[in-house]
Each structure stands twice: as structure tokens, then as C-alpha cells.
């Protein structure tokens, strides 16, 4: 058994790491999608840093921060997902990061076309109908089927790039936070490539809980946060673009302050987080000491594969997320089909069993109750959903 799979049962091994994490007396917390908490180290090295920038001002940004400092996070950053720093820019989250390669992409024509689906982000839908409105573009919205399986999802896209030959752009959403379901990203963006569209990847809930390589998914254009399950403080994302396709995006709204030929001209010039920036270092060196993605990945995957198994054998609780190994991470949703109200069943998993989750409506399937587990979360914890679900539905 490899070590990461064998380490996710350890739950000695979790329990010893959930202690470096303080935790609000609560419910227990099952929508740990939203974003991941900080171990005590980093709160501590982040208050370090708000107190010396606080204390030195300016002049410890401008001397030490912006010429060198910010350049060594950059390239931290980009050595932890594999690409080039020129390939990163910084940015507050994975909207700012979207909203800015969508609103700049400059190879649209009016009357071309650009393609979302249901189980992408709103404000990534918005910034796509924004296009419609602003550069006379037509947007096609998809319907995934449900259940999906690699086959259906890779082709719906199919089908709408033969459907709709003025397609030129895409989102695409490598985990939805709706479902949890992860997309062949590899797969359609080859297809995407055949037919020559281009794919804005948003990589929000991937990074941190899976292994990727950009370049090995063919991906050129990607926004993602670093507060999912990266662990750093709130306020921090980043823009990938590959260089070979930086002229595809237009500076931010005209901005000057870089030249053309560097990747954070893309982004908004603004005062950024400085104390949270200085923190990754430290974020970066706890992530990869305990095994980073495949590790984190692995645990998350195996507290799903708990509870999944047991509600896949309970009638009246529909699993949304299929069990293709290639399709889902930790995150999953599920259904009473019993019941009418999804956030009655919500309310309920609170009241009575003190289990914190969360309703996702949006997806063309209905809507669903998103669980999250986290890198605190423990067998118990799950035992306690499963009984739970067991007597809910
Ligand atoms: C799939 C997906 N995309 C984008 C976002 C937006 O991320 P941010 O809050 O960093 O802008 C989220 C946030 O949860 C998300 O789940």
C-alpha cells in the first residue's frame, strides 16, 4: 500500500496532526470547502509579520518587500506547482484572478462564441456573460448530464464544439464546488485545442488537495486562492499564464506599472496583503514537510470513501459525485430523495447531530448538500454523519 494511502487511516497520525490546529468549541465542521484554517504556526508567523510591517511601514516594503521579498514568494509559488515564477502573478483571490484573464482575453471577435457549464462558479458565469454584454460575444451554457462519468462529461464538450463553431473560449472548472466533482481537465482541453479554444481553468479547489502539471493538462490560462487547502492566511490567490501565450491577455484595464512582456500587468496594482504574503514561506514549508497535495489529497479522499460507501447503500440518499476515481476529490454532495427541502435536511444534520454542512443549488441535477471534510476532521466524525444519514432519510 503506498505511504500516503496508508497514512490516511492513521488516525494517530491525524489526530497528532489535527492538534496544531486550534479549533472553536461547535459543530463539527463539515463545509471545510470555504477555506482552510491556518495551523497555530502560521497564525503565529502572520501576526509576526502584521507587527513588523505595522512597525516598519514603507520602509520595509519598499526597500526589502517589493524588489525582494514578493520576487522569493513568487518563485516559491511556482516551484510548488511546478512552472515558471514569470509564468505567476499574485493576486487577492481566484475571482480577481478569473474576472482579469476573462475581461482580458483579446482574441474575441463579435458574434464568436464562449462556452460555460452548469457546475461552474458564479462569478465566473458572470464574467463570461459580461462578455456577452461588453465584446458582442454569444454565451452557451451546458447541461452536464447526471450521473456523470468521464465519458458523458468529455462528451457534452464534444458536442457543443462541433454544435457551435464559433466557440473560442472556455471555463472550465477543475473541481465544482457545487458537487465536488472533479473534471477530465486533460481530456477536454485537448478537444478544446482540436477545435482551437482556448480554456480559462479555475483551479480553486484543486490546489493543495490534488497533484496537477499545467502543462501536462494543456492548460495556458488558470486563477487560483491560496486559503483553500493550501492553509495560508486569507486575501492571497494567483494567475497563471503560460508565456508563450501572455500577448493573448490585455493588461489590466490598461495598467503601466510593468511592461508589456511581464505577467503582473495582467492583474490589478494595488497595496496588497503584505503581512499574509510573508507568511507563505511558512505556509509553503508546512504544506510540502507533511506530504503536501498527495498526502492532504489521500486523507480527504479516504474520509469520503468512508461515508460515500456507506450512503451508496442507503435508500433515500442519493450520492451526487461518482466514484471514478479520476472524478472526485474529498469534497462530495449528496440527496434525501425523500424529502423536498435540502436545507431542512441541513438545518436537521445541525439541530440534532451537531454536524455542520451546507445546501449547493445551481447544478442542472438539483440542488444538494455539499460535505466537506477536513484536514481536522476524524473517523468519528464521519461515523457520526453516516449514522446520521442513516436516520434522516
Ligand atoms: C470553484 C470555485 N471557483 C472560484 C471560487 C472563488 O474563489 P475566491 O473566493 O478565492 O475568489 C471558489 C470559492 O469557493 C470556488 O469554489
Known amino acids: 500500500m503506498p505511504d500516503n494511502t496508508r497514512r490516511a487511516r492513521d488516525e494517530l497520525f491525524w489526530k497528532t496532526f489535527a492538534d496544531r490546529y486550534s479549533n472553536e468549541p461547535g459543530p463539527i465542521n463539515l463545509e471545510n470547502g470555504y477555506f482552510g484554517r491556518m495551523s497555530r504556526t502560521v497564525v503565529e508567523e502572520y501576526q509576526r509579520n502584521i507587527e513588523l510591517i505595522n512597525r516598519s511601514n514603507s520602509v520595509h516594503v519598499r526597500q526589502r518587500f517589493e524588489q525582494g521579498e514578493s520576487l522569493e514568494i513568487r518563485a516559491q509559488l511556482a516551484e510548488l506547482i511546478g512552472v515558471r515564477a514569470q509564468a505567476i502573478a499574485l493576486t487577492r483571490n481566484a475571482t480577481d484572478s478569473l474576472q482579469s484573464l476573462i475581461r482580458n482575453y483579446n482574441r474575441l471577435q463579435p458574434g464568436d462564441q464562449v462556452l460555460i457549464c452548469d457546475l461552474e462558479y458564479d462569478t465566473v458565469k458572470g464574467a463570461m456573460r459580461w462578455l456577452a454584454r461588453y465584446r458582442g460575444v454569444e454565451v452557451i451554457e451546458i447541461d452536464h448530464q447526471h450521473p456523470a462519468s468521464f465519458d458523458s462529461l468529455l462528451a457534452s464538450y464534444r458536442e457543443a464544439f462541433a454544435r457551435y463553431p464559433r466557440l473560442k473560449l472556455m471555463a472550465l472548472t477543475h473541481v465544482t ?19 482551437g479554444i482556448d480554456v480559462i481553468l479555475d483551479g480553486a479547489h484543486a490546489l493543495g488537495q490534488m497533484e496537477f502539471n499545467l502543462q501536462e493538462l494543456g492548460i495556458a490560462f488558470a486563477g487560483y486562492n491560496l486559503h483553500k487547502w493550501i492553509g495560508a492566511p486569507l486575501t492571497l490567490g494567483f494567475m497563471y499564464i503560460a508565456p508563450e501565450r501572455l500577448a493573448d491577455i490585455d493588461p489590466d484595464m490598461g495598467e503601466i506599472h510593468f511592461p508589456l512582456n511581464d505577467i503582473r500587468a495582467r492583474t490589478p496594482y494595488s ?17 510540502l514537510a507533511m506530504g503536501g497535495s498527495a498526502a492532504k489529497g489521500a486523507r480527504l479522499n479516504y474520509l469520503r470513501n468512508e461515508w460515500v460507501r456507506a450512503a451508496r447503500n442507503l435508500p433515500g440518499i442519493e450520492v451526487m459525485t461518482p466514484d471514478d476515481p479520476r472524478l ?10 425523500r424529502h423536498e427541502d435540502q436545507q431542512v435536511m441541513v ?11 451546507l445546501v449547493r443549488s445551481g447544478a442542472a441535477s438539483g440542488p444538494c448538500i455539499r460535505i466537506t471534510p477536513g484536514l481536522t476532521t476524524t473517523a468519528g466524525d464521519i461515523a457520526l454523519l453516516i449514522k446520521a444519514l442513516d436516520q434522516l432519510r
Open 271 to 287: 497595496t496588497p496583503n503584505i503581512p499574509a504574503l510573508l507568511t507563505l514561506p511558512q505556509v509553503f514549508e508546512e504544506h
Open 328 to 337: 472526485y476529490c474529498g469534497i462530495t454532495s449528496l440527496r434525501f430523495t
Open 347 to 357: 438545518d436537521r444534520l445541525l439541530n440534532e447531530y451537531n454536524l455542520f454542512t
Open 177 to 195: 464546488h457545487r458537487t465536488g466533482l472533479v473534471m477530465p481537465v486533460q481530456a477536454i482541453a485537448a478537444a478544446a485545442r482540436e477545435h
